[in-house]
């Protein structure tokens, strides 16, 4: 792979990765640091907009009535007000949730210059209440077009919050190891390339309940065909598209090579049930394969795709000629 920071530009609509600035060694630059710099670039891009404010409700003792108050049950506590009431303000949840992951993340940055970066963004979410960032936490945020702007600052957050704290000590240093979800970069990847390449109806993820039918016995539970994508109309694709983070070609028992035949037999699912063609994208890990079969009356495309050229311009291309095949 040529740049895992380029890749997850694409994937997840970031900004690119910076700019070389000065050398770094390996005693000042640990390898997992071009996620955090690309984190801290994005939220610096971020703050550049303007932090969102948003009504948070909130619930304190004052000297005053403001918003709703409540009974105060203990005489002793006056003439303070137990008041409730909503004010608009920079705490959201949104930006709760940015500072609580850069806060986790700085002590694990080594290099001056990439921790001066998130000093600087965290002095901007000073009047922001810390919390402990948790994935769930995430999955309640709801993306309106008032903070949509958020969400790549997000979704590379929510990607350092899944893959950061292992680290090993065996050795004689200590150093972080990082692990991100591979298959997920990859489909969100292809997923925006087929857009770039101007193809307007990609469908990620859609779910096929009526393939499967219960016809008699128990327990009557339902089966759905989910496919990465489609390309098309829901109801009338034009071609659904597998993908695999994984090599295309197996040894088999002879010393030769032959292809995966359970992805092939999934394929075959999704274009009988479907009733279009379909294609299953690989990375090249190692040999190079474009074939074509003829399943069911459905052509069926096994491909491969080089991560190694700069500006990832194989998956353009590929992209490129799955819009002009459609």
């Not at 000065?22 to 640091?33: F, K, R």
């Not at 700085?106 to 921790?115: C, D, H």
């Not at 309106?144 to 680290?167: D, K, W």
Request: glycine share 6%; with cysteine.
């Amino acid at each position: 792979m040529h740049s895992l920071p380029e890749l997850l530009t694409l994937a997840y609509r970031t900004l690119a990765p910076p700019p070389s600035s000065g050398v770094a060694t390996v005693e000042t630059t640990t390898p997992s640091e071009w996620l955090l710099v690309q984190l801290a670039r994005e939220v610096h891009e971020l703050l550049g907009r303007g932090l969102r404010n948003g009504y948070v409700e909130r619930r304190e003792r004052l000297p005053f009535v403001r918003g709703r108050t409540r009974p105060v049950l203990n005489p002793a506590q006056l003439p303070f007000l137990d008041c409730e009431y909503a004010d608009f303000i920079v705490d959201t949840p949104e930006n709760r949730l940015l500072r609580g992951v850069l806060e986790l993340l700085a002590p694990a940055v080594r290099n001056r210059a990439v921790r001066r970066l998130y000093d600087d963004a965290l002095s901007f979410l000073l009047n922001v209440e810390p919390v402990l960032p948790s994935l769930a936490q995430f999955d309640r945020i709801s993306l309106t077009r008032l903070n949509r702007h958020y969400l790549p600052s997000l979704r590379l957050a929510r990607l350092a919050l899944e893959g950061a704290g292992v680290v090993d000590s065996a050795g004689s240093s200590t150093a972080p190891s990082y692990f991100v979800l591979m298959w997920q970069i990859w489909e969100n990847a292809v997923a925006a390339a087929l857009r770039d390449a101007q193809i307007l109806d990609v469908l990620e993820k859609p779910r096929y309940g009526s393939a499967f039918v219960h016809e008699q016995g128990q327990p009557n539970v339902s089966v759905t065909l989910e496919p990465d994508l489609v390309l098309g109309r829901r109801l009338s694709p034009r071609m659904v598209i597998d993908l695999k983070w994984a090599p295309v070609l197996l040894p088999n028992r002879h010393g030769g090579l032959r292809l995966r035949n359970s992805h092939l037999y999934q394929m075959a699912t999704y274009v009988t049930a479907l009733d279009c063609d379909g294609l299953l994208l690989y990375p090249l890990m190692d040999d190079a394969v474009n074939a074509t079969y003829v399943f069911n009356g459905h052509r069926v495309t096994v491909r491969t795709v080089d991560l190694g050229q700069t500006g990832l311009t194989d998956l353009r291309n590929a992209a490129a000629d799955i819009a002009a095949a459609l």
